[in-house]
C-alpha cells in the first residue's frame, strides 16, 4: 500500500453482549500520491493568483480617484488664481519684442564665443557682428561648407545651404553627419524636393598618425579616430557660432541656422515617406521666407498675427524667440501645478502621520503628488479651469478693444494672443493622462475579473478532488470494516471454542485427579506440597 501521509483514524469495536467480550481496531486511511500531486498544484497556483490580485488591487488602487470635495475645490481655486496671474502679469503674445531679445542674446554669444577664441576688434571698427563672424567663419571652416556651388539646377542655394545640409543642423545628426564627411570624404545635400546629392570633397587636415606595422597601425587608427572625433566636434561648434546670427555680408536678414525643430523636420523629410509630398518644400518657404500671407511665405491663417512685427524667417534666432514667449506664458502654469501638488503633498502627509504616527514608517508612495489618480484628476480640474479662465479673460479683452465686434478679424486676432498655449497644452496632456489611466485601471479591473472566476473554478476543482478522496475513503472504510467484522467474529468463534475447551480441561483435570487419588494414595498432598 502506498501511503503518503495520515489524515485521520478511523475507530472500529465489536461487541460481543452474551459473552461480556468486545474487539477494537483502528482503521488508518491514505491518499495516493497521484492525487496528492494534483491538490498541491492546485493550492501552489491559487497562492500565485492571490498575489496577482493583491499586486493588482494596488495598482487599481493607485489608478482610482480618491479626490473629495476638498480636494476639488483647492485645484479650481489654483486654476484661478493662476489665470488672474497670468492675466495680469503674463498679459498679450509679443513676437516683435521677444524677437529682438533673440537677436541680443544671440548676438552677445557670438560676440562672446569669437573674443574667447582669440578674435579681437580693431581700432575704429569697433565691435563688429559680421567682423566677428567672419573670423569665425575663417577659423572654423567646414568641410563642404561651399560645395552646393558645384550643383547648378539642384536650388540649393547660399540661403538655403544651412538647411540642406545636415551638417550645419546644431543637433546630434548634424554632428553625426559631420563626423561622417570626415570619414567618408564626401557631403551630403537634400534639396527642396527631399533629392539627395553627394559631392566629393577634402577634409580638415588633422595631423593624422601613421603607423607602419600591424599594431602600430592598429593604435594609430584609433587615436586618429578620437583625434578627428575631437577636432570635429570642436570645428563644427565653431563654424555653428558663425552662422547662427546670419553670415558675414549680412547681419540681420541673412540665412541663420535652423533651430532643433526646423533641424528635425527637414531631417525627416529626407525620409521615403514624405519625398513626394510637398513637406520638404513647405519647410523650405518657412526657414527662408517665413509665416505669413507674404509671397512665397507659408499661410498660418489666424496664427498668422503670432509672428507678426519681426522677421519671421523660421532660423534658430526666431525659434529661440518663440521659446521666450512661451517661457513667458509657463510661469503660470508652473504655479498652478506647485500649488496643487504642494497642496497634495501637505495633506497627504498630515494624514500619513497621523495613521503611522512614526516619521521613519511614512509610505512616500501615499504622499508623494506622483504617479496616481488623484494628483491626475486635481491637475485635470486646475488647468482646465485655469485654460477656461484663460478664454474667457482673452475673449472678454478682446470685445472691450474691438468695441463689441464678435467675430471680425481683429476681434478673432486678438484673442490668439490672449490665449496661454503653454496653458492649453498642459490641460491636453493632463486629460489624455487621466483618460489612458482610466484605460489602464478598466483593463486591470477585467484581468482581476478573469483571475477571480480562474481561482474559483480551481477551488471547485480542490472540492472535487477532495470529494473524490472522501469517497474513496468511505469506500476504503467499508470495505476495511466488512472485513475487521469477519476477522472480529472468527476470532470471538475461536475464543468461544477456546473457553469451552478450556471448561472442558478443568473439569477431566477434576475427573483425572480423582481417579488417580483413588488409585495413588496421598499424591494429591504430595503434588501440592512440591508446588508451594
Not at 545628426?173 to 563626423?179: K, N, S
Not at 517665413?290 to 519671421?312: C, H, P, R, V
Not at 479673460?393 to 478679424?409: F, H, Y
Request: net charge neutral; glycine share 6%.
Amino acid at each position: 500500500m502506498d501511503i503518503l501521509e495520515q489524515k485521520s483514524i478511523v475507530e472500529f469495536k465489536q461487541e460481543i453482549p452474551d459473552d461480556n467480550f468486545s474487539v477494537e481496531y483502528e482503521i488508518v486511511p491514505y491518499i495516493k500520491k497521484e492525487q496528492n500531486s494534483d491538490i498541491y498544484a492546485l493550492d501552489q497556483r491559487i497562492s500565485s493568483i492571490d498575489t496577482e490580485i493583491e499586486k493588482l488591487n494596488s495598482e487599481i488602487d493607485r489608478l482610482t480617484n480618491h479626490a473629495d470635495g476638498l480636494d476639488y475645490i483647492v485645484a479650481v481655486s489654483s486654476g484661478i488664481l493662476s489665470g488672474i496671474i497670468d492675466s495680469i502679469f503674463v498679459g498679450e503674445w509679443n513676437f516683435e519684442h521677444a524677437k529682438a531679445i533673440s537677436n541680443e542674446e544671440i548676438n552677445r554669444k557670438v560676440m562672446a564665443f569669437a573674443k574667447k577664441k582669440g578674435w579681437q576688434p580693431h581700432e575704429g571698427n569697433g565691435e563688429r557682428l559680421d567682423l566677428a563672424i567672419k573670423y569665425l567663419e575663417k577659423k572654423y571652416p567646414l568641410p563642404g561648407d561651399g560645395a552646393f556651388e558645384q550643383l547648378a539646377g539642384s536650388g540649393i542655394t547660399k540661403n538655403t545651404h544651412h538647411i540642406d545640409d545636415f551638417c550645419h543642423h546644431p543637433n546630434i545628426v548634424g554632428l553625426i553627419c559631420c563626423l561622417l564627411v570626415q570619414f567618408k570624404g564626401e557631403t551630403i545635400y537634400y534639396n527642396n524636393s527631399s533629392t539627395k546629392y553627394s559631392i566629393p570633397i577634402l577634409v580638415n587636415d588633422y595631423g593624422q598618425l601613421q603607423g607602419t606595422t600591424l599594431v602600430t597601425k592598429f593604435f594609430c587608427g584609433i587615436i586618429n579616430w578620437f583625434i578627428t572625433v575631437a577636432k570635429t566636434i570642436a570645428n563644427a561648434k565653431g563654424h555653428w557660432m558663425s552662422d547662427i546670427a546670419g553670415s558675414g555680408t549680412s547681419k540681420h536678414g541673412g540665412a541663420g541656422l535652423p533651430g532643433p525643430v526646423m533641424s528635425l523636420l527637414k531631417e525627416l523629410s529626407a525620409l521615403p515617406c514624405f519625398k513626394d509630398s510637398n513637406f520638404s518644400e513647405n519647410l523650405r518657404k518657412v526657414y527662408q521666407n517665413g509665416i505669413g500671407t507674404g509671397k512665397k511665405q507659408i499661410d498660418l491663417g489666424i496664427l498668422n498675427s503670432l509672428f507678426e512685427g519681426a522677421s519671421s524667417k523660421f532660423d534658430i534666432r526666431t525659434e529661440n524667440a518663440l521659446k521666450h514667449e512661451l517661457k513667458r506664458q509657463a510661469v503660470p502654469v508652473v504655479i498652478n501645478e506647485a500649488l496643487v501638488r504642494g497642496f497634495y503633498t501637505i495633506r497627504h502627509f498630515i494624514a500619513e502621520y497621523k495613521l503611522k504616527n512614526d516619521f521613519y514608517k511614512l509610505d512616500w508612495k501615499n504622499i508623494l503628488p506622483f504617479k496616481n489618480r488623484t494628483i491626475i484628476r486635481m491637475l485635470t480640474i486646475s488647468t482646465g479651469t485655469f485654460t477656461a479662465f484663460d478664454l474667457a479673460d482673452a475673449t472678454i479683452r478682446s470685445a472691450v478693444k474691438n468695441a463689441g465686434q464678435i467675430g471680425s478679424p481683429l476681434f478673432i486676432k486678438d484673442i490668439i494672443l490672449r490665449v496661454n498655449f503653454v496653458g492649453i497644452g498642459r490641460f491636453a496632456i493632463a486629460i489624455s493622462t487621466d483618460v489612458s489611466m482610466e484605460v489602464k485601471k478598466s483593463t486591470l479591473e477585467y484581468k482581476r475579473i478573469e483571475l477571480f472566476i480562474e481561482q474559483n473554478e480551481l477551488l471547485n476543482a480542490k472540492i472535487f478532488y477532495r470529494q473524490q478522496e472522501m469517497w474513496i475513503q468511505i469506500a476504503n472504510t467499508e470495505s476495511s470494516a466488512k472485513k475487521l467484522l469477519k476477522i472480529a467474529e472468527q476470532s470471538i468463534q475461536f475464543e468461544k471454542e477456546a473457553y469451552k475447551d478450556m471448561l472442558q480441561s478443568v473439569n477431566n483435570i477434576g475427573i483425572y485427579a480423582k481417579k488417580a487419588e483413588e488409585k495413588n494414595p496421598g499424591l494429591r498432598k504430595k503434588l501440592l506440597d512440591s508446588m508451594w
